[in-house]
C-alpha cells in the first residue's frame, strides 16, 4: 500500500491557492522572518492580504497581522482604490493586546524629530490642522507641531479664498524639516497630484467616447466657465457656451451651477496641475448647423432680429444657434448705405430673404432690399429717354446736380448738360424740368439735361437703343467720355 503521508495529494497546485492555503503560506513566511519591534509612530511597508467590511489585513512582516481602516482608501467618488496584493506604506498607530494598527496618517501626539525627518523622505501622508493663515501661506499643526503651508501648495489650483481651509485637516506630506523642528513646511500636492494621472487618463477615455459630464460651476470670468470635474478643472471658452452669442456670462450661469458639456481637448503639461482641459457646454446638444439647408431654403423669405452691425453689413439672428448676414450692398436698391446703421439698428425686428447657405462654412446671406421689387427694373417704363419729366434739386456736386425724380430714383444732370441761359440759377429744392437723356439700368443711373431739348429718344424710348442711336450719330467718344464722368458723380453721391 502506498503511504498515503507521502504521496503528493497535499502538494498538488491549482490554479488559484485557496484562502486557508494563502493564510498558511503567510504564517510559514512571518515564522521566518526575524522579528522587528514596531514602535507607535514607525512607518512600516506592508502587503494588503484581504479586504474586510470595515478593515484591511495588512501583512508586515510579523507573527501578528496589522489592521488599518478600510475607509482610508476610498477615493472621493466612493470607490475604493487598492486591492488584495498591493503594497502600502502605513504608520504605526498602536501594539496594544499584540495587535497592530495602522494608519495612512500620524496625529494626536508630538513627533519626535527622528519620525519626522523620516515621514519627510517617505513621502507618507501626515494629518494636519489648518489653524491660522499668514503672509505667505497656512499655519497649520501637524503631530503635535507648528508648521507651515505656502497657499500655492493647498491646492492644485489657485485659492481664492484661504478662509475657507481655516480648522478644517487634511493630509499633507513633510517637503522640509530644518532648525530641530522648528521650521517645518508642508505640501498637499504630491497627494493630489498622485492619482491626477489616473484621472486624466480617465477623462481622456471618456473624450475618446464623447461622454457627457456633468461639473460644478468654480468660477466665471469674461472669456468662459471654470467647471470643476471631480479633481481638476477644466475651461468652457465663451465661444463654446452657446451656439447663440454670448455676451454677459454672468447673466445666464452661477458659481456652484452644475452643468453638462464635453471634454474638447487635454493638454498635458509638466507639472500636472499646469495641465488644460477644454470643455463645451454647446457640443451636449444638437448642432443647430446640421441640415441647414433643409431649414433656410434659398429664396424664402423669413423673419430675423439684428444682433450686431459691422462696417461690412448685419448680422440677424434667424433660428436658435444661427445667424446670418446682410452685407451693405444688400440693404437698399436706391442708395449706396456708407454704414449699416444707416438702415437698421441692433434689436431691430427685420424680413430678409436668404441668398444662400453654406453649411461646411456655417454661413448664410441674406438680402433686405429682395423684399421689395427693384424701382429700377420699371424705370425704362416711367421715365422713357428723350422724356421731359419735373425733378427735385437734392445736391450740387463739381460734376453737375443730383436730381430727384421720385422718392426712390435719382438723376445726374452734368453741368455740361445744361443750357449757358439756364446755369448758375439752381437751387436745392427747386422744381424744375429736365430731359431724360439716357438710362443705365444695370448700374441704376440716369442721366438728365436741362434747358437742351433731348433728341436723344426721337429714334426709341428705350435707354439701350437711345445709347446706340447717339453713337450712330457719331458720338461715340463724347459718351465714353461723358460716362466716366457721369460714373464718378454717381459714386460720389452714393
Wanted: proline share 3%; glycine share 8%.
Amino acid at each position: 500500500m502506498k503511504d498515503k503521508n507521502n504521496d503528493g495529494f497535499f502538494d498538488e497546485k491549482t490554479e488559484e491557492e485557496s484562502p486557508q492555503e494563502r493564510l498558511m503560506s503567510m504564517v510559514d513566511t512571518i515564522e521566518k522572518a526575524p522579528a522587528v519591534e514596531l514602535k507607535s509612530g514607525t512607518m512600516v511597508k506592508g502587503s494588503i492580504h484581504s479586504i474586510g467590511k470595515e478593515y484591511i489585513y495588512v501583512d508586515v512582516g510579523q507573527k501578528n497581522g496589522a489592521v488599518i481602516k478600510k475607509e482610508e482608501f476610498i477615493d472621493s467618488d466612493g470607490k475604493l482604490n487598492v486591492d488584495a496584493g498591493d503594497t502600502i506604506d502605513a504608520f504605526v498607530v498602536s501594539t496594544d493586546n499584540d495587535e497592530i494598527i495602522l494608519s495612512k496618517t500620524l496625529s494626536g501626539r508630538k513627533a519626535k524629530i527622528k519620525e519626522l525627518i523620516e515621514a519627510s523622505k517617505s513621502g507618507v501622508p501626515i494629518e494636519g490642522k489648518v489653524t491660522g493663515i499668514n503672509k505667505g501661506g497656512f499655519n497649520v499643526t501637524v503631530m503635535g507641531r507648528k508648521a507651515f503651508c505656502p497657499f500655492s501648495h493647498i491646492e492644485l489650483k489657485y485659492v481664492d479664498e484661504p478662509n475657507t481651509y481655516l480648522l478644517k485637516k487634511f493630509p499633507f506630506v513633510i517637503t522640509r524639516v530644518e532648525s530641530r523642528g522648528r521650521n517645518i513646511v508642508l505640501s498637499r500636492l504630491p497627494l493630489l497630484e498622485k492619482g491626477l494621472s489616473a484621472r486624466f487618463d480617465e477623462l481622456e477615455k471618456l473624450m475618446e467616447e464623447k461622454k457627457v459630464l456633468k461639473g460644478t460651476i468654480s468660477k466665471i470670468t469674461k472669456f468662459g466657465l471654470f467647471v470643476e470635474l471631480g479633481g481638476v478643472e477644466g475651461l468652457v471658452h465663451v465661444s463654446e457656451v452657446s451656439w447663440d452669442r454670448a455676451e454677459n456670462l454672468k447673466d445666464s450661469f452661477k458659481a456652484g451651477e452644475i452643468i453638462e458639456c464635453v471634454i474638447l481637448r487635454i493638454e498635458r503639461k509638466e507639472p500636472l496641475k499646469n495641465s488644460k482641459i477644454s470643455l463645451s457646454i454647446r457640443m451636449v446638444g444638437e448642432n443647430p448647423w446640421d441640415n441647414i439647408s433643409k431649414k433656410l431654403v434659398v429664396g424664402s423669405v423669413v423673419m430675423g432680429t439684428i444682433t450686431r452691425l459691422a462696417k461690412f453689413g448685419a448680422f440677424v439672428h434667424l433660428l436658435p444657434g444661427i445667424e446670418g448676414l446682410i452685407h451693405i450692398s444688400e440693404m437698399s436698391w436706391t442708395k449706396r448705405v456708407h454704414h449699416p446703421s444707416d438702415v437698421v439698428s441692433e434689436g431691430d425686428s427685420v424680413k430678409v430673404t436668404i441668398l444662400a447657405v453654406d453649411e461646411a462654412k456655417r454661413s448664410v446671406s441674406c438680402s433686405l432690399k429682395d423684399i421689395t421689387d427693384n424701382p429700377w427694373d420699371s424705370v425704362a417704363e416711367k421715365y422713357p429717354v428723350g422724356s421731359k419729366v419735373e425733378g427735385t434739386v437734392m445736391s450740387e456736386t463739381k460734376y453737375g446736380y443730383f436730381i430727384d425724380l421720385d422718392e426712390d430714383i435719382s438723376g445726374l444732370l452734368v453741368r455740361s448738360k445744361i443750357a449757358k441761359e439756364k446755369k448758375g440759377a439752381l437751387k436745392n429744392g427747386e422744381k424744375i424740368e429736365v430731359f431724360v437723356e439716357d438710362i443705365d439700368v444695370e448700374n441704376c443711373r440716369i442721366t438728365l439735361s436741362y434747358g437742351i431739348e433731348s433728341s436723344a429718344g426721337k429714334d426709341t424710348g428705350s435707354g439701350k437703343k437711345g445709347t446706340a442711336a447717339r453713337k450712330r450719330q457719331g458720338l461715340q467718344k463724347s459718351s465714353s467720355e461723358f460716362g466716366e464722368l457721369l460714373k464718378a458723380a454717381f459714386d460720389k453721391k452714393k
